[in-house]
């Protein structure tokens, strides 16, 4: 089948564009509003934008929720992405929901703050990999904002940590985000592999 | 373990946040040059912009093989993001290879090329779904170059299709990208979901 943008608007295509372009790996983003309200939201439309300065880069969609992390981050210039695992994929869940932009969801998650060493934000101690960010730029694109921040503190957990600089996947156990549902990350392979499908 | 980044020159980046922001998706981007030779090559540093116009970025590196991506694209502002099954894994892995300029990777990887029906680019018949993009504008960050493309066009294989504009997770069988190996993308789960380790 084919879809020429002129017939976009007889089809889902957020779900055909969320069904495509995956798996794809969640940014769990805790904020602060200036009045010190802290926020944290989760984002599967996230990659990394340069190896150096290392950036990150997220889009920020038209939800409330999406809202209160994009005028957190614009207020303050600072954000912290939180890697999930799959021992935290429910508590992530949890704060995808809708909350007023008052409520706290470290508390609603049930999830430990604890505060950065380089910006001030809280991070999710819970979560294997942590990394602190500063706002280099927001993006416009259409009805989206694409958030871009320079790395200025990583932590990992040391059971996560193997020699060299790698990160043991076998023990971050990440959560994959399919277009509705997830998909369990437990068994790798290297390329070119034989044993694969024709 | 915590890294401030007047560290980072004491470890390898690269592993660590390549290990952490992890399943990625892959883009196989299929080009051509303005004297007519087609590219075609892998990028994982990839996710959707915006949903409204329907937007995708991915993020091209210094590497000689990302330059012909990126140089072509600027020349003829088209491009085509064609998504990997595990059907076409290895030949995906044979376009990461080095090449010259002037070698045709769809020969080298034996893939099918068809026209575009909406921009001037070969995709790659095999794949199950192929997004055909018009340049919007290409962002640079540090050593990367963050290329924006608006989907105009949207091809969906038949067997992968589902009613209701879904997209069959079982039979487009992704390929997830970890820091240097691949996960399988098979087995999948709703949230809240209390089976999870804790």
Redesign the interface.
Known sequence: ?????DQ?QN???????????????IAWVSTISRDGTRNLAPFS???????????????V?GGASDKDTLANIKETGQFIVN?VS??L??Q???TSLQYSPEEDEFEKAGTQAEPG??VDVPRVAESP?Q?ECEL?QV?E????S?V?GT??????H?DV?ME????N?DK???V?R?????????????????D???
Chains 1, 2 share one sequence.
Do not use: Q, W
């Open positions: 089948m084919r879809i020429h943008k976009f089809h889902d295509m957020s779900k055909l564009i969320k069904g495509a372009v995956v798996p794809r790996p439309f996230f990659t990394v934008a340069s190896m150096n300065p290392i950036t990150l880069c997220f889009s969609g890697i799959e021992s994929a429910n992530m869940h949890e060493d380089f990999v990394m280099d993006v694109v259409g009805t989206n694409l871009l790395v200025v503190g990583y932590h990992i040391d940590y060299k600089d790698k990160v996947p971050l156990k990440p994959g399919m277009a509705g549902d997830y998909s369990y990350i437990r068994e790798f392979y290297s390329l070119p592999n034989n694969l499908p024709k």
